[in-house]
């Protein structure tokens, strides 16, 4: 492990209060949508930063923005660090943009220091990371990994009917598709990210060690019923998809309970028709979202799912799987660094895997990669009480910063 250097908590929170101007909510958040006039500040602020360490910024055909410090020999490989600027509606000052910031000061405390580095470092900033105004999630990174087609994303439209091909263009950061990330030049990436959870805060561990991004399966259910009179229909003779929809909510809790206790799952969504207060439902369709990083406890959901009855309550059911992913590992001496590296501070750490989707899981099947989590204080993320300590994002910064020297000096 390479001499330990440690970055300046001064300078990370002036970051992070800047930054936190661009989409300020008025009530301790942002409102920071993909190339809308407030990301397009950020973006400003960020790149003139850049510039003032001497590094050259570039953009490829996605707005994906890549600001380079150079290394001291030629023809290296850069070792890339950074996340995303953009924001749901009403969310937070950590989520994603701490991963920015947090690369940003690292590369400040190489350039104040006279750190020495073969490779170049690189901090990427991320389009549309969190699909809030552009579906899907995590699109620029997907696109230049070859999980999405760059023409379909071009048409994705926002609520009010802007396409993100149109916003692109009028941004002024689409650049050149040679200019995107590519195995060939690049040895490294590491992303440091707010955990968005609460195991971090609760068991008063500094640093989270990102094994990888657990795998998934979404999937939609539909059950049909027959919409009749609310004030005329005895109960006996319903056909109630509502209440057919909720029995099977609970059939598949029941079920998946009994399953690996680290399990997580969710309905998020569910719909009724004709959704009128006189009414009795005759269509409701819900999701259920399980995530586990054991392809075989994923696989039990399945079968979990595929095991209910064909009738409930009168009612036909019907699932179909709306999309799934695979758990993706990040890469093992990588992560090995992250945990050495906090191990050399004399902060404690937890091996974990990721829930949330990152642009990490995607350039993890190219490039070799790893995560660094800090912690939300209360699991808070999303929202306008999103909060990492500024001692927290320090301690993260630092492991960041002694990861990229450890990979610099392989």
Known sequence: MSQKYTCSPERLEEKIKTFSKFGDTGNGGITRLSLSKEALMARKEFI??????GMTVKTDDMANIYATLPGTEE??????SGSHMDSVIQGGNYDGILGVLSALEAVET?????IPHKHPITVVVWTN???ARFDPAMMSSGVITGK??????LQSTDVEGCTFGEALKASGYAGTEENRMSPWTTKALVELHAEQGPVLDDEHVDIGVVRGVMGMVNYEFTLIGQADHAGT???KYRKDALLAASQVILMLHEKLDKLNPTLVYTTGRITAEPNIHTVIPDKVQFTLDARHEDPTVIQQVVDAIHSLPEMVAECPLTYK????RNTVE????????VEKAAESFGYSSRRMYSGAGHDAQYVAEVVPTTMIFVPSIDGHSHCEKEYTPLENCVKGVNVLLQTLLDIDNE
């Open 129 to 131: 990371e969190e699909g």
């Open 321 to 324: 799987e709306a999309w799934a």
């Open 233 to 235: 229909t005895p109960m």
């Open 330 to 337: 990040f890469h093992p001496m990588y992560v090995d660094y």
């Open 110 to 114: 190489i350039v104040t220091e006279k």
């Open 75 to 80: 023809g290296m490989p850069a070792i890339l």
């Open 148 to 153: 999405f087609k760059k023409e379909d994303m």
């Open 48 to 53: 003139q930063r850049c510039e003032a360490l």
